[in-house]
């Protein structure tokens, strides 16, 4: 199935990788999915080490671009690389769930 927006993948401080490409690849289709309003996704993965004595981390971060709206969401590192994706997907899909909710009217009563 094609994407019915832009996705841009780039990699910081790490080779490529066709394996994280797909997987990213298919989170965002499913994200399309959810919230049909995306217009542009922007995923940038960076590997970083903080001490020598720590292992790699990777952080994801996405920009979402919905009609009017940019949404960055960066989730906290990871060892785990995939991990570190699912956690930003699972984090831009809470985010966009609220502004659909937003979009629909339906506001939270405090």
Not at 24 to 47: R, Y
Not at 97 to 105: K, L
């Amino acid at each position: 199935m094609t994407m019915t927006f832009p996705i841009q993948i780039t990699f910081h401080h790490m080779d490529r990788s066709d394996a994280l490409e797909r997987a990213i690849q298919d989170k965002a289709e499913k994200l399309g999915k959810f919230h049909p309003a995306i217009t542009q996704l922007h995923v940038a993965v960076t590997s970083e080490t903080r001490h020598s004595s720590t292992a790699r981390e990777y952080r994801v971060r996405l920009d979402v671009h919905v009609k009017n709206k940019e949404y960055a969401v960066t989730r906290q590192a990871d060892e785990d690389v995939f991990v570190a994706a699912r956690d930003a997907f699972d984090a831009a899909r809470r985010v966009l769930d609220e502004d659909i909710d937003t979009r629909r009217g339906f506001v939270k009563q405090h």
